[in-house]
């Protein structure tokens, strides 16, 4: 009796496990472009609104992030959560976080740096 409890203790921790919807889950490489892409979204809608007075920022940024999710072929359902899964690891989520930021500065530089006169 005790080995079939055992057994079921052990069936039940690797369904658990096996069940976080890992096929959903979106790679660490991708995340950080997807966190990239947010925060350039959200500086677009930022510095769009301000430009045009009659528009929201929360509509600017939802029709940006639609965009972003489209290209990337993810739903928002699945950025929240592998969002949710990394931000739970901190060690992990800093390092995307802070790759992020790197990549989104340099995309930033090269922006600037293309637009500036010469």
């Known amino acids: ?39 350039l979204a959200d500086a677009y809608a930022e510095t769009y609104v301000l430009k045009d007075s009659s528009l929201k920022k929360d509509s ?27 931000s739970s690891n901190p060690m992990l989520f800093k390092e995307i976080i802070d790759s992020a930021h790197a990549r989104a500065y340099r995309k930033k530089d090269r922006i600037y740096l293309s637009t500036s006169v010469k």
């Open 1 to 39: 009796m005790r080995q079939y409890f055992l057994l079921t203790i052990c069936l039940m921790c690797f369904y658990a496990c096996s069940n976080k919807k890992d096929g959903e889950l979106i790679g660490k490489n991708k995340m950080m472009d997807l966190i990239t892409e947010v925060s």
């Open 60 to 86: 600017v940024l939802q029709q940006e992030l639609n965009a972003v999710y489209k290209i990337n072929k993810i739903t928002p359902e699945q950025f929240a959560l592998s969002y949710k899964y990394y």
